[in-house]
C-alpha cells in the first residue's frame, strides 16, 4: 500500500485517521494560513488545505507517496456578508466568538486535499456541516473559555470535548467534518489517488 503522510500537526486529525484505522506518517506543512479576499468559505477552507498539501509535496517530489492536508473554517452569515471565524489568538478573542455563535446556525467546512507526490496529481473538495448552537449563557461562555478547549480550534469551541453541550444539532455534514477531517470525503479522494 501505498505511504500516506498527513500534513497537519492536529492531534485530533491523526486520532480521526488512526480511529478509521488508515496507517500514516506525519509532515507538518508550516505554511502561513492567512487567506486575502473570498466570496465563499469553502474557497478558504480549500485553498489553505491545498496550500498545506503541497508544501509537503514539494519536500517529498518524486516519491511513491499521496499528502493528506486539511483545513477547517467555521462561518457565520451576518447580514448577507460571510464572517470567517478562524482560531482565537487568546481569551478574549475566544470569548468574542463563542458569544457571536451563541444561538446561530453556523458552517463548519472542511477542506481536503491529496497530492500524489509522485505525479504531482491533485484532489481537492469540502464538506460542509451546519452546526446550531444554543443560546449560551456569558457564565457558560466564561467558564468554557477558562477551559482551555478552545485553544488551536477554528471559532473557539471543539465539538468533541464540553462545547457539545452547546450544539442543538448538526444537519447536512459529520461529527468528525466539525472535529476536523471527514473521513467519508478522505476515503473518496484516497481511492481516487489509487490507494
Not at 498527513?6 to 480521526?16: C, D, H, N, V
Not at 467519508?184 to 489517488?193: H, K, T
Request: glycine share 10%.
Amino acid at each position: 500500500m501505498r505511504r500516506l503522510i498527513l500534513a497537519s500537526a492536529s492531534p485530533r486529525r491523526s486520532q480521526l485517521l488512526s480511529e478509521a484505522g488508515i496507517s500514516f506518517d506525519v509532515q507538518i506543512s508550516g505554511v502561513d494560513e492567512s487567506y486575502d479576499s473570498f466570496e465563499r468559505p469553502e474557497e478558504v477552507a480549500e485553498g489553505l488545505s491545498l496550500r498545506k498539501a503541497r508544501a509537503v509535496a514539494a519536500l517529498l517530489q518524486g516519491e511513491d507517496a499521496l499528502i493528506l492536508a486539511a483545513d477547517t473554517v467555521v462561518a457565520l452569515s451576518v447580514e448577507g456578508a460571510w464572517r470567517l471565524l478562524g482560531k482565537p489568538a487568546g481569551a478574549v478573542e475566544a470569548e468574542e466568538m463563542l458569544s457571536q455563535l451563541s444561538g446561530s446556525k453556523h458552517a463548519v467546512i472542511t477542506g481536503v486535499s491529496v497530492i500524489d507526490a509522485a505525479t504531482a496529481a491533485e484532489l481537492t473538495s469540502s464538506e460542509c456541516t451546519w452546526v446550531t448552537m444554543r443560546e449560551i449563557t456569558p457564565l457558560e461562555v466564561k467558564g468554557y473559555v477558562s477551559s482551555g478547549e478552545w485553544e488551536d480550534k477554528a471559532g473557539g469551541y471543539a465539538i468533541q470535548e464540553s462545547a457539545d453541550a452547546f450544539v442543538s444539532s448538526l444537519e447536512g455534514g459529520g461529527f468528525d467534518n466539525v472535529v476536523g477531517l471527514p473521513i467519508g470525503l478522505v476515503r473518496r479522494l484516497l481511492g481516487a489517488s489509487g490507494r
